[in-house]
C-alpha cells in the first residue's frame, strides 16, 4: 500500500498511531496545534530542512534510520543550546508512490530517537512531492539555565568536543564508493548519536556564561569535502555527528563563531576504529 492510497489523513492515522505522549503534552497530535507545558516560561526552538538526494538516500540508509538521524538534527541544536528536548513538530512530504510501511519505519525511528531525550512527536503535516522533503521543529527546556550562544568564544578559549570527529564524514565518503566497510563508520553516517546530556551539564557546570554552542551534524551525500577537521556544506562550524561540551571542560566555548576555529591536523584528537 502507498501514502497516495491512503491519502492525506489516512496517512495521518497509520504513522501517529504508535506515537507515545509525553509528560508535557497537554494536547497533543489530532488538534489544530499542539500544547506543551512550559514550566520554564522559555522555550529553545529550532528547525531543520532534510530534502532526499542532498541530506540522505533512500538506497544507502534505512527508513528508521532516516527518522532517527531527522531526530537527532534537531535534537541535537536543543541539547547545545544548554536545554533539554521536549518535543518535535514533523513536516513530511512526499511521492505518492511511496510505501506506506516506509513512512511508518520512519516516524518508529524518529520516536526511538525522541526515548532518547525523553522528547516525544507531539504533531506536524504531511503533503505531495515529487522526492521525499521533511522539515523538523524541535523544541527544549532550558529549566532555568541561561542558554548556551555563539557569543562569547574568544582566542585562547578551550574548545571542547564530545565524541568522535569525522565518522560520520568517513561513512559517507564509503558509502560514496560503494563500500560497506569498516561497519562502525558506515553507522556513524547511518545512525548519529549524540550525547544530548552534554549540553545541559556544560550549562550547569558553567559554561553558559561564557561559552557558545556546538551543534553537530552528518554530512550530507551531496556536500562538497568537509574543510579543516570539522567543516561542512555551510560557512558555520556544524560539524554533523551531533556533540556538546565535554563535562570536564566547563569554561569551554564549543560553538564556533561564522568561520570555525583554524585547528591543526594534530589538534583533534582521533581513534582507529
Known amino acids: 500500500m502507498t501514502v497516495g492510497d491512503l491519502g492525506e489523513f489516512g496517512l495521518i492515522a497509520a504513522i501517529t ?17 499542539a500544547v506543551l507545558a512550559a514550566p520554564d516560561r522559555r522555550v529553545v526552538a529550532t528547525m531543520d530542512l532534510l530534502v532526499e538526494g542532498r541530506h540522505f538516500r533512500r538506497d544507502w540508509s534505512a527508513p528508521a534510520d532516516v527518522g532517527g538521524k531527522a531526530a537527532a538534527r534537531s535534537l541535537a541544536d536543543v541539547a547545545a543550546m544548554g536545554a533539554t528536548p521536549v518535543a518535535l513538530l514533523v513536516g513530511l512530504a512526499a511521492p505518492g508512490d511511496l510505501p506506506v510501511a516506509w ?3 520512519f516516524v518508529s525511528g524518529m520516536a526511538a530517537e525522541c526515548a532518547r531525550t525523553g522528547a516525544t512527536v507531539v504533531g506536524g503535516d504531511v503533503s505531495s512531492a515529487d522526492a521525499i522533503m521533511l522539515a523538523v521543529t524541535a523544541l527544549g527546556d532550558l529549566a532555568g539555565r541561561e542558554p548556551l550562544t555563539r557569543a562569547g568564544a574568544r582566542p585562547g578559549d578551550l574548545l571542547a568536543v564530545a565524541g568522535v570527529l569525522g565518522h560520520a564524514a568517513a561513512g559517507l565518503a564509503l558509502l560514496g564508493a560503494g563500500l560497506a566497510e569498516p561497519a562502525a563508520l558506515v553507522a556513524a553516517y547511518r545512525s548519529p548519536r549524540p550525547p544530548y546530556q552534554a549540553g545541559p551539564e556544560a550549562a550547569v557546570l558553567g559554561a553558559a556564561s561564557r561559552a557558545a554552542s556546538a ?7 551531496s556536500s562538497p569535502a568537509p574543510r579543516r577537521s570539522a567543516g561542512s556544506s555551510t560557512s558555520r562550524l556544524r560539524p554533523r555527528r551531533p556533540g556538546c561540551a565535554s563535562s570536564t571542560a566547563p569554561a569551554a566555548r564549543w560553538r564556533a563563531a561564522d568561520r570555525g576555529p583554524n585547528l591543526g591536523r594534530n589538534a583533534v584528537p582521533g581513534r582507529a576504529v
Request: glycine share 14%; aromatic share 0%; proline share 11%.
Open 103 to 105: 513512512a511508518q519505519d
Open 17 to 33: 498511531a504508535e506515537l507515545p505522549r509525553g509528560g508535557r503534552t497537554v494536547v497533543g497530535v489530532g488538534d489544530d496545534a
Open 215 to 221: 551543534a553537530v551534524r552528518t554530512p550530507s551525500p
